[in-house]
């Protein structure tokens, strides 16, 4: 902070001119700017080359290890277990992603009818975000334990015999797209705040033209929650990618049954505090940084076709 | 304009930052971290709750009381994954406590990375030897002839029974099944099943405690070389352990059993304790959750029944507790594992919670006379422990899986474990050069 | 069929909706509250049930009483506010100068500050560690706390994406007068971006408050805990107490509820643009 209040130009220069080179480069964008390079330089950038420099080691975290060069690399691609994790991941985040977003702006749009009580509905919908995770995966078990939880013994009493759930093989990753959706309450907080954002003048300009409540929301809504929506989308799916928290706890580790809940990050963090091999984890964790990369650039590519920003 | 604001921030991060460092020395300060003179704080790591935790403040008291010049902090950092991370941030950077307890598993890995501190001299200084515990309890402490740990508490693995189902379906509960063949047509009697829904299940192997580890030790197999100290997960007794497991899984179509024991099943949502399951494999720890949740359970605790019916075997784990590399006051440290390993503080850590590694502390406990423990404490002395090496988590998790594996059908149990086998000393290699 | 009926059909439609879908998202925290009342046989008993009987209160003053959860309760107050605070300094301005203001280099530092949620916390976790240790923060909340103050990436992308869809007719108008960069910031696209604003606050405030990882590895000293770590004190290996984890999970989520419920007016508190057409 110091630093940079300290490296504005002297005052000698007459101040037209100071003005106008100032404009060039846009100081007054780098000042506001700073506190966060700063905090990048910090925080950020050493963890960051540091974990690159790993992926070429057999960094142990107990022990420095040695330089293998791509050792690690190539051992990944021969390593089944590590595919399975990529497939996982793929499957997770191509089916949650879309549905979640699907979900939450549907709820959000919902939340933001103008109906009594909507403080309190919006708070119902919030709550399960607030659960602590330790607390989940009991309720879980409890919920969809196969033969005594609670949802397959309310289908047993309708007499449909119900899926293994997280037992089964086929079961376990929809289970926890399911799950997922749970917890989509900051998603919709955050659409909540892009509709409360879009200005009443639009819908009065379209209930002027006779629009019904479809075109609206063709025509007002979703064009200008735009910007929120690329928000998730691009959030989305770097969380669907580093998924972990809720498959590791349901699954004690171990990615049962038959590692189809072995997500990408479990397995990396399996090897890298388990196995202690944190050169192999930071090799795996190089390789998702280039596949979640290629996604978002993609996203960004094609965001200038379809997200609208008002400012613009 | 900028410049203001500029020092206006930095002014409010500066008196932020300030009141922030008044709360954290508020909460740091006032636990008397300031030796008085010669006395040496030892902090000891740990996630013991309840009475072990009571048990824990006891045998500090006795053991500040008998060595007035060092004083015990005990730290509560958690009692699974995260205290493991806790550890391993604060060794590698350098600020470790000076004990930590630790699961015993974790030795032959923690020692290979050169992270514990090699307490054989001590040992043998204070006259802590192999003799004075179960043999699996010393060697599980030990890597490669040398003391990395001292063993604390330990547990195994029995047949649990529900006598009333046995009662129920005409077999004798004070007669237990004692081979294979017996526990197999007690599990077909106890068996209900309607359509594809289990009313009650008589047995399944590889449920709660029964791993491939418990079952090919007890059908006379070895896991590891004694004298290359390579893994043999595919010696012909383990994998006909694991073929008699995977043809008692066809036998009841696996499928339709998975909701006994799919991974979100945990001790507390036991079937064994709601009576729906009337044996199966686990350790003494069970015991207490009986008690708790269903005081009126009606079982007993038998060897796990073998091939010939007699040879009965099992295998422990447990606590221990270390001393990591780099802490700063090993040698007083030094001074309270001897007191934990040695009777008195044997006696006094494991007190009315867990079986003690010192056989003659369990007799005192009056074990030997409780229908239930004394099976537990008959089995100790010839119970096993898992092999200790490097690679122990991932030998573990890859005989998990080749379980899972051969009992849903996914190749046979001679592919799987000579699979096992090749990945696991294809790792150990690497601390071989 | 005459408008008021039409609106009486739509608004119970829209009832009916809220209704169902309430059930589901309300069933979590249902069953959190019940846990936390419940004796221990009754939590897992089958068939599951979901009326504690007897409605056992103690579970809620035995927890209190088990950890220090007064002391713990504090502890995570002051970390939560702080990091809160910090990312309310930090992040809106960083996120203003992406969206609105033109500088060399901007494309490259917001590319940069994407790329860094690209990598998963569990590699770069020690060298930060380690960097923690140079610093000689870890023992104190310092670590959980300053970071904020120096921007969060995922929230300077949100922000982003509001500032970017005000208009800049405000911008303009303001320019003209003659007010400088930051007090068009201050005093009038802040206040636009309110509802963001609290949005992210609101999300650090979850994040501070409900992290287990952070304070695990940087708080040293039991007195220092929050209550996240405490919730592990009711479970270990040998079973845990339900009951008594369930009570303080409840009274955890409690502070977050009231705050949202205050909070979410001002999410629908559409903002009117008077006198420009946006």
């Known amino acids: ?312 | 304009m900028k410049k203001t604001w500029k020092t206006a921030m930095l002014t409010l991060v500066n008196l932020l930052t300030a009141s922030l460092f008044v709360t954290a020395c508020g909460t740091s300060t006032g636990t008397g971290n300031a030796d008085e003179p010669g006395v040496t704080t030892v902090t000891l790591w740990h996630g013991l709750t309840s009475i072990d935790l009571d048990n824990m403040n006891n045998v500090v008291k006795v053991f500040e009381e008998k060595n007035p010049t060092v004083k015990i902090k005990l730290v509560y950092t958690e009692s699974s994954e995260g205290s493991d991370q806790k550890l391993l941030t604060a060794v590698a950077g350098g600020n470790p406590p000076d004990a930590a307890l630790f699961d015993r598993f974790k030795v032959g890995t923690w020692a290979a990375q050169g992270s514990l501190t090699d307490l054989s001299d001590m040992a043998e200084k204070s006259g802590i030897r192999k003799e004075m515990y179960y043999p699996f309890a010393w060697d599980e402490s030990s890597y490669q002839g040398k003391l990395y740990a001292i063993p604390l508490d330990t547990d195994a693995r029995l047949l649990f029974y529900n006598k009333d189902h046995f009662k129920e379906v005409g077999l004798d509960p004070e007669n237990p099944p004692k081979t294979i063949a017996e526990l197999e047509s007690a599990a077909e009697k106890l068996t209900i099943k309607e359509g594809k829904r289990f009313k009650r299940v008589g047995f399944i192997p590889w449920y709660s405690q029964g791993w491939l580890y418990t079952w090919g030790w007890v059908f006379g197999g070895q896991f590891q070389d004694a004298a290359t100290g390579k893994i043999t997960a595919n010696d012909p007794k383990v994998v006909e352990a694991l073929q008699w497991m995977t043809d008692f899984g066809k036998k009841y179509n696996v499928e339709d059993i998975t909701g006994f024991t799919s991974a979100a099943g945990t001790e507390e949502m036991d079937p064994f304790i709601s009576g729906q399951i009337s044996m199966k494999v686990t350790g003494n720890f069970a015991v207490k959750g009986i008690k708790k949740f269903n005081p009126k359970l009606n079982y007993g605790v038998t060897q796990i029944p073998s091939p010939s019916g007699k040879d009965f075997t099992t295998w422990s784990g447990g606590g221990s507790i270390i001393i990591p590399k780099g802490a700063k006051n090993a040698e007083v440290a030094w001074k309270f594992l001897e007191f934990l390993g040695k009777e008195e503080g044997q006696e006094l850590v494991n007190k009315d919670s867990n079986l003690s590694v010192i056989d003659a502390v369990n007799v005192k406990y009056g074990y030997k006379d409780d229908p239930i423990m004394k099976e537990f404490i008959n089995v100790l002395p010839n119970s096993h422990n898992r092999p200790v090496i490097p690679e122990g988590q991932l030998l573990w998790n890859e005989l998990a899986s080749a379980t899972e594996k051969s009992t849903h059908g996914n190749g046979t149990p001679k592919e799987n474990l000579d699979r096992v086998t090749e990945t696991v000393n294809k790792a150990l290699e690497k601390y071989n050069k | 069929m005459n408008p008021a009926a039409v609106k009486t059909i739509n608004r119970t439609l829209a009832y009916v909706c809220l209704i169902a879908a309430s059930a589901f998202f309300i069933i979590p925290f249902i069953w959190l509250l019940s846990t936390s009342l419940k004796p221990l046989t009754q939590i897992f008993s089958f068939p599951p049930e979901w009326i504690p009987k007897p409605f056992l209160w103690s579970n809620y003053s035995r927890a209190i009483e088990y950890i220090p959860f007064w002391t713990f309760l504090r502890n995570t107050a002051v970390i939560t506010i702080f990091s809160t605070l910090g990312v309310i300094v930090s992040c809106p301005i960083v996120a203003y100068s992406f969206a609105k203001l033109e500088w060399r280099g901007r494309g490259t530092l917001f590319f940069i500050t994407l790329a860094v949620m690209m990598i998963p916390s569990q590699v770069t976790l020690i060298p930060l560690f380690l960097l923690f240790t140079k610093l000689g923060w870890v023992g104190t909340p310092l670590p959980l706390i300053i970071p904020q103050f120096f921007g969060v990436p995922i929230y300077i992308f949100l922000m982003r994406q509001f500032f970017l869809g005000l208009p800049d007719a405000l911008r303009e108008a303001a320019r003209l007068d003659g007010a400088s960069e930051f007090r068009i910031y201050l005093q009038i696209m802040f206040p636009l971006a309110k509802s963001a604003v609290l949005s992210v606050a609101l999300f650090q405030f979850m994040a501070s408050w409900t992290d287990f990882m952070g304070p695990l590895l940087y708080l040293t000293n039991e007195i220092s805990y929050t209550v996240s770590l405490g919730l592990q004190q009711f479970q270990s290996q040998k079973g845990s107490e339900w009951g008594m984890l369930m009570a303080v999970s409840t009274l955890m989520t409690l502070p977050i509820i009231v705050l949202f419920f205050f909070l979410q007016k001002t999410f629908i508190r559409g903002i009117t643009f008077s006198g420009i057409k946006g």
């Open chain 1, 1 to 312: 902070m110091e630093k940079l209040a300290g490296a504005a130009p002297a005052a000698a220069v007459p101040a037209t001119r100071r003005k106008r080179s100032l404009r060039r480069i846009g100081i007054t964008g780098w000042l506001f700017a700073s506190p966060w390079i700063l905090g990048l330089l910090c925080f950020y950038a050493v963890p960051m080359l540091s974990s690159i420099y790993f992926s070429f080691t057999t960094y142990s975290i107990l022990q420095p290890g040695e330089f293998v060069g791509l050792s690690n690399y190539v051992e990944l691609f021969n390593d089944p277990l590590f595919w399975k994790s990529i497939y996982n991941t793929i499957y997770f985040a191509v089916f949650f992603v879309p549905l979640s977003i699907f979900v939450g702006v549907s709820l959000a749009m919902m939340l933001n009818m103008k109906v009594k009580g909507m403080a309190m509905f919006r708070t119902i919908f919030f709550l399960p975000t607030l659960v602590p995770q330790v607390a989940l995966s009991v309720l879980w078990m409890w919920l969809l334990h196969p033969n005594f939880g609670l949802v397959n013994g309310m289908l047993a009493s309708i007499g449909i015999d119900g899926p293994p759930w997280l037992g089964g093989e086929a079961w376990s990753k929809p289970s926890l797209i399911l799950m997922s959706l749970w917890g989509i309450g900051q998603a919709v907080v955050i659409y909540l705040a892009g509709l409360g954002d879009i200005s009443e003048e639009y819908y009065e300009a379209a209930a002027i033209d006779g629009a019904s409540w479809f075109q609206k929301t063709r025509a007002v809504t979703l064009p200008l929650l735009t910007p929120v929506i690329f928000y998730n989308l691009v959030m989305g799916t770097i969380g669907a990618f580093q998924q972990f928290t809720l498959p590791y706890t349901l699954t004690k580790g171990q990615g049962t049954p038959s590692n189809s809940m072995t997500f990408y990050v479990m397995y990396l963090y399996e090897n890298g505090f388990r196995y202690f091999k944190m050169g192999y984890a930071s090799a795996m964790a190089w390789i998702l940084f280039v596949i979640v990369m290629a996604l978002t650039a993609l996203i960004f590519v094609t965001s200038k076709r379809w997200v609208h920003y008002q400012g613009k």
